[in-house]
DNA sequence: ACCTGAACACCGTTCAAGT
DNA sequence: ACCTGAACACCGTTCAAGT
């Protein structure tokens, strides 16, 4: 890549992350672009999608989450690690308001730019869901693309600004149909 | 209201029904218009927002989810009444594809035109819910605001092309987290 | 009273013309 | 190679002018 490219294309992820912050994931492309003192056609020749300039912009977060899987899955037990990931999941989708979607209609489109990452963090997920079945503390009757898409639909519901806060409840609330054996009335349990 | 204007206030709601089913919540209001031969400022004047348009495209739709609210609790057990009541909500908001999300933002917005109707819906919820907590076979630890929000995550699940193929089995993944006593593993259970 | 057309400030996409 | 500006076909909102 010529510098001078490599500028506009480092400038651009900058300008994009506080832009996407502000505005959510439905942010105009041509905000962006302009706030960059870049032409709108330099973004879409660097990002020819707005999936594309996601997959860049969320790149670390995905990687950081799927180390995270890996990590839980040394240091606690099954049925905690599972809990513990789908939390940091709901939480990282929270970052950027409406990236569910994204990865919601990402996971259907094998074209789109963020079907590869979708993929990873929903394998991620799937063996620390496989990990709690075979020890008998996960349900066996769903998969990991249930998981993804409970998480999904979590991420969803927190991201609308009038069940934000119970999103911690929320939580307890499906974790406690994933888990078997679980008291699943009265209180919270701690984790 | 004047005869013609009667006359344009039907015509724009029977070329709503069409486009919105054509095009999702998002449809375009001009493209209504257009279809519907009349200006875009009349479209604006009797449905001055989106939530106004979808208020009126809902409302039998409404009333009808909230009468059979009251018919499964005359006719059903607790339990079963919650769980028949949950299902029919989250195939309703499917006619209409992204319409969910209409609903989980007017339920924090007392402006919308949706505030009212949203909140019908909710209190319908609740009245299952808390017959069937009295009987102890629902989770005391979640409200008529919980039920809403659940049913509107699922609706938004199902209506990711994605996911829709399994809607069944998250209503069945989520029913049982609500449920008490069930058992939540191996097999469906027959309702 | 009710309707209309036009103007306004946006959006994403495309592409010929510049350096 | 890479960038740019302008043109295009859209969008929702607003409002003076018509009947």
Redesign the interface.
Known sequence: MRTDAQKNYSRLLEVARVVVEEHGVDASMREIARRADVGLATLFRHFPTREALFEALLHMNLEALIQQAAELEASSPPDQALVSWFREGVAFTHTYSGVC?LF??A???PNSALYAPCTALRSAGAKLLLRAQAEGTA????DG??LF??M???S??VG????AS?GD??VH??T???L?NQP?????IAI
């Open positions: 979607a919601a209609s996971h259907a489109d349900r066996k009757d769903m693309v249930d898409a409970l999904s639909a979590l969803w519901l609308q600004p009038g069940f119970r409840h929320f609330l499906i406690s149909a994933i078997t699943n009335n009265d209180s919270k």
